[in-house]
């Protein structure tokens, strides 16, 4: 009972400091004093990232995304920026407290719904017809806000370092005419445009491994190791990766 009076204090005073913190920063964005600004915010979060923690453990557990992918430091990132740009939307300080995890869970959200949105992707990747691949080739071709990307970006080797090698992947006896029938009809860089968009919309497990095993040159056996995998994981998540991108080219190009 002694616990549960401490952690309803320790509560109490935490939500206090947040309340008392609010007009603070306020006056500390007017300043523009971004530096004063985010070393407050650093003391609020260690309590909110036990709730980041906690909500990424439950996505984990339900199979949302894969262990790793995402961690509490990535959406406190973006935290930060949420509270700078929009701490004006509280109205009072008294609201702060609940606005900071308003905040978190629409941010939670949008990372389930861009997974639910790739496990879709995949699991309807047959029924796509050329103009939905075109439509989608020319929204990846753009970033998340919708903008057009600059050209020096884009000529930026962090933007192209994904040089897929297709004949490096599909090595088995009954995908060599594939291969060569791709080969016939599409110019390498075709390939490699729509090679990157269908693995920028997979899962990540399974595009994970297919950019280990055709970019780092990792064998299926250090792939596993790596991912802490079973050996036959690797494999069919490999052979999805593969699967998905065969139906892809084939009905938007072949058929």
Known sequence: ???????????????????????????????????????????????????????????????????GKYKADDIIDQLFIEIFDHIE???????????????????????????????????????YSKPEWDEMQEKYSTDGDGDLMLIEELDDISYNHNDYDLNAVFIEDNEVEFISTIDKKLNEDTVKKHTALVLHNL??????????????????????????????????????AKQALQVSLFNRYLN
């Not at 204090?9 to 007017?30: A, C, G, H, M, P």
């Not at 995890?101 to 309807?124: H, R, T």
């Not at 497990?205 to 994981?233: D, G, P």
Request: charged share 30%; net charge negative.
């Open 1 to 67: 009972m002694k616990t549960d009076i401490n952690f309803y204090t320790n509560k109490n005073e935490y939500r206090l400091f947040v309340k008392q913190s609010y007009s603070s920063l306020i006056q500390l964005k007017k300043e523009g004093d971004k530096k004063a600004f985010n070393d407050l915010v650093l003391k609020i979060l260690p309590t909110l990232r036990n709730y980041i923690n906690r909500g990424l453990h439950v996505f984990i557990s339900k199979g949302n995304f894969s262990k």
């Open 89 to 127: 939307e509280v109205e009072k300080e008294d609201d702060f407290y609940a606005w900071l995890y308003l905040k978190i869970d629409e941010l939670m959200e949008d990372i389930q719904v861009e997974e639910e949105f790739n496990d879709f992707f995949f699991k309807n990747i047959d029924t």
């Open 203 to 240: 899962p990540y497990a399974m595009r994970h491994v297919f950019e280990l095993f055709t970019n780092e040159h990792l064998s299926l056996e250090e792939i596993a190791l790596i991912k802490k995998s079973t050996l036959e994981e690797v494999k069919q998540l490999l052979q999805d």
